[in-house]
């Protein structure tokens, strides 16, 4: 078995090889002895932690050999910190920052320093700091990394955390996105690679069950299957396969429903609860609980990230968020539904009404059998909400938007705009919370046509940015979903450099 011991040595000189005896003679596997030689315990004794492998029938003797040479076992127990981690801090490093830091680490309960190093090379000369890190889990791990991140804040320290070389990626949802994340994954494997991020997908789930394969699974194999029906090697679903498989980052992408946002808001919470990062194109865990999910992965020291909710492929909060980061951002206002924009668009292009427009993009797989959330502005009010709350700290409800869908908008209105030089587009309104039908200057960059989506973004500084792309498609949205994870590996490295 794995024990953990804390023992107490008198400061004179041999009393650590005094202990390492008994564990010497009974065959025990010491893996690691941390012997705090500046710390005294309220005995004024020094304390040693001894994690060892050894046979349940000799802690017996060990304990009694201990006892007979005059050292005292504080504490003996099964080791329970299973995961490991080294950093290395990197500037004016003082014997009290260190002192703070392990405390802080060691006060948590779920994780401790077990090996730390000082070195220093002169009076104003950087210094720097090894530590070794033990927890009691993946998440736990995470959770002192995010402490020693807000520690290189405070002291102003670089904190050089260790490079992830495999990350393991499950995928959760198989349909048009999740098809196109395992192509796309597939596709850019040596780009990544090139990039220091070695991208392995060792799970896919549906609903019929899921594929689990250590190394990768083959993605040529799956991408010829509509599901995972005739593939599944393990019956697991749901929050049971994304707590059960080993993965460092969850890609939920099952269907969105904002009334309740499940299945993924259950997903969602179980991946961040357990340590794991979340990318995501599902609208509606963040509609219903944005600011529960946020604070989720804040508590377990990870990530959340969903460019591909709003406007697809479109470049739209990562923009925000770290392009445009310094600017206030004083509105955004755009067109986030590209079917509406195609309905719309053919019905001025041809002058045809709303409910032949509507059968043309149904035949062309542009809107879905029941459209009403497309077409009711519902779809568009949902990224309102995220917009909201992501980007303008709002913490607003579905029905805190006013929403008007496009159902009322006629071809001789249409007409008469254009008429006039306007276009009529569905328009979402942050900080407004409003989606309606908006007249347009047909000259806007905002005006597009087609299945395009765009947003016009104002800010204080760089004045108005506007972005347009393609808000959906297999392809597409695995695109924003890659840019998301590849963002979240980029972040840790650039946290380790400020
Ligand atoms: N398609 C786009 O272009 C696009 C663009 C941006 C955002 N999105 C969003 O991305 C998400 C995925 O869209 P999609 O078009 O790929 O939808 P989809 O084709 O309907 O695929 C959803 C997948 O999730 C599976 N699923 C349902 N319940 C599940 C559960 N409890 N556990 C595991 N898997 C489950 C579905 O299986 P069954 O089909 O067998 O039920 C299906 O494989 C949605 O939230 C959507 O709003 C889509």
Do not use: W
Not at 157 to 183: A, Q
């Amino acid at each position: 078995m794995r024990l953990s011991m804390d023992l107490e040595l008198q400061d004179i000189p041999g009393q650590l090889l005094l202990a390492l005896q008994p564990f010497g003679d009974n065959k025990a596997n010491i893996i690691s002895v941390v012997h705090h030689r500046d710390r005294k315990t309220p005995r004024g004794m020094i304390p040693v932690r001894f994690v060892v492998e050894m046979d349940r029938s000799k802690i017996e003797t060990v304990n009694a050999k201990l006892k007979e040479s005059g050292i005292s076992v504080v504490r003996a127990g099964e080791d329970r910190l299973i995961e490991a981690v080294s950093v290395v801090l990197v500037g004016h490093v003082l014997h009290s920052d260190l002192g703070d830091t392990v405390n802080r680490i060691d006060s948590t309960g779920f994780a401790e320093v077990m090996d730390v190093s000082l070195t220093m090379t002169g009076v104003d000369e950087p210094s720097s700091a090894y530590l070794k890190i033990r927890a009691t889990g993946k998440a736990e791990i995470q959770k002192a990394l995010a402490i020693l991140r807000e520690v290189g804040v405070e002291k102003k320290l670089l904190v050089i955390e260790p490079i992830e070389r495999d990350i393991k990626v499950s995928l959760v949802g198989y349909g048009i996105v999740g098809h196109g994340v395992v192509d796309v994954l597939n596709r850019k494997k040596k780009m990544l690679r090139d990039m220091g991020l070695n991208l392995k997908l060792i799970s896919v789930t549906d609903h019929t069950g899921t594929v689990v394969a250590e190394d990768g699974v083959d993605a040529e194999k799956i991408l010829g299957e509509r599901t995972l029906a005739n593939l599944a090697t393990t019956s697991m679903k749901g929050k049971e396969a994304i707590s059960t498989i080993d993965s460092d980052l969850v890609v939920e992408v099952t269907p969105t429903n904002i009334v309740h946002g499940q299945p993924g808001l259950g997903h969602m919470e179980a991946a961040l609860s357990s340590g794991k990062h979340v990318v995501t194109s599902n609208k509606g865990p963040l509609v219903v609980s944005y600011s529960r999910l946020k604070k989720l992965a804040e508590d377990n020291g990870v990530m959340m990230k969903f460019e591909a909710t709003v406007g697809g492929t479109m470049p739209l909060i990562s923009l925000v968020e770290r392009t445009l980061v310094g600017n206030n951002i004083l509105g955004i206002r755009g067109i986030f539904n590209g079917t509406c924009n195609y309905i719309l668009t053919r019905m001025t292009e041809e002058g045809i009404p709303y409910t032949h427009a509507l059968s043309e993009a149904q035949d062309l797989g542009i809107a879905e059998a029941d459209p009403s959330y497309d077409v009711e502005g519902v779809d568009t009010a949902g990224k309102v909400v995220i917009l909201a709350n992501s980007l303008f700290n709002m913490n607003i409800k579905y029905s805190d938007v006013d929403v008007t869908g496009i159902t009322g908008v006629t071809p001789e209105a249409l007409a008469l705009a254009k008429k006039r030089g306007y276009a009529i587009k569905l328009i979402g309104d942050v900080p407004a919370l409003t989606v309606r039908p908006t007249l347009v200057p047909l000259g806007s960059p905002i005006a597009v046509s087609g299945t395009l989506n765009s947003a016009a973004i104002y800010t204080d500084l760089s004045g108005t940015i506007t972005v347009t792309g393609l808000g959906a498609g297999s392809i597409e949205t695995a695109s924003a979903i890659l840019t998301d994870i590849v963002s979240i590996y980029r972040t840790k490295r650039i946290d380790a450099i400020f």
